[in-house]
């Protein structure tokens, strides 16, 4: 069946980075494109950006621009998002999901305390 | 970016009860090809979220037929025909029509 895994959750102090993965099985990976979407605590879901998996190319929310990268390995089925200079209000619950977000990952807890 | 409104913000409900969140968006949601990109997800406790409903109406496999999803340009339901416990939780629509997506805020569905 088709599933979505995400590597567990990391704490981080504020500056540093943190990169999330997104292990893809049941589809071919290669022909969908890939969202990550984050949950703050009591916020509502925020999209974050997305990767084509068949050619590689991200697009990414104008909020995270220049923080945010989005990258894929075809040859392991996997996305990864790495998401620089962490400060507090980056602590979420960050999803991967296949497009058209039929498909969603368990979430990865992402929280940056000092 | 397009801002998604929900309402209620709490919806307690009677198990057996209909059910109808609304959800309104900033500007249409009709696409150049015609298409209405809104969806509803469904978030229970401690999950992840669930798409029901996409473009409008068309409900994905497995989604109980109580569920169902109207509306047009930038005004749009979802109904729950007869609540079930297992309802319980919290509803988002979202715009994929224009960029970035976004999400509403959220109503939370509760048991009275």
């Known amino acids: 069946q088709v599933q979505l895994v995400q590597s567990g959750a990391e704490v981080k102090k504020p500056g540093a980075s943190v990169k999330v993965s997104c292990k893809a099985s049941?589809?071919?990976?290669?022909?969908?494109?890939m969202h990550w979407v984050r949950q703050a605590p009591g916020q509502r879901l925020e999209w974050v950006g997305w990767i084509d998996a068949g050619n590689g190319n991200p697009r990414y929310s104008q909020k995270f621009q220049g923080r945010i990268t989005i990258t894929r390995d075809t040859s392991a089925s996997t996305v990864y998002m790495e998401l620089s200079s962490l400060r507090s209000e980056d602590t979420a619950v960050y999803y991967c999901?296949?497009?058209?977000?039929?498909?969603w990952g368990q979430g990865t807890t992402v929280t940056v305390s000092s | 970016d397009v801002v998604m409104t929900q309402s209620p913000l709490s919806l307690p409900v009677t198990l057996g009860q209909p059910a109808s969140i609304s959800c309104r968006s900033s500007q249409s949601l009709v696409y150049s090809d015609g298409n209405t990109f809104l969806n509803w997800f469904q978030q229970r406790p401690g999950q992840s979220p669930r798409r029901l409903i996409y473009?409008?109406?068309n409900r994905d496999s497995g989604v109980p037929d109580r569920f169902s999803g109207s509306g047009s340009g930038t005004d749009f339901t979802l109904r729950i025909s007869r609540v079930e416990a297992e309802d319980v939780g919290v509803y988002y629509c979202?715009?994929?029509?224009?960029?970035?997506?976004?999400f509403g805020g959220g109503t939370k569905v509760e048991i009275k």
């Open positions: 473009k409008v109406s």
């Open positions: 049941g589809y071919t990976f290669s022909s969908y494109v």
């Open positions: 979202m715009q994929g029509t224009h960029w970035p997506l976004t």
């Open positions: 999901a296949r497009n058209p977000a039929d498909v």
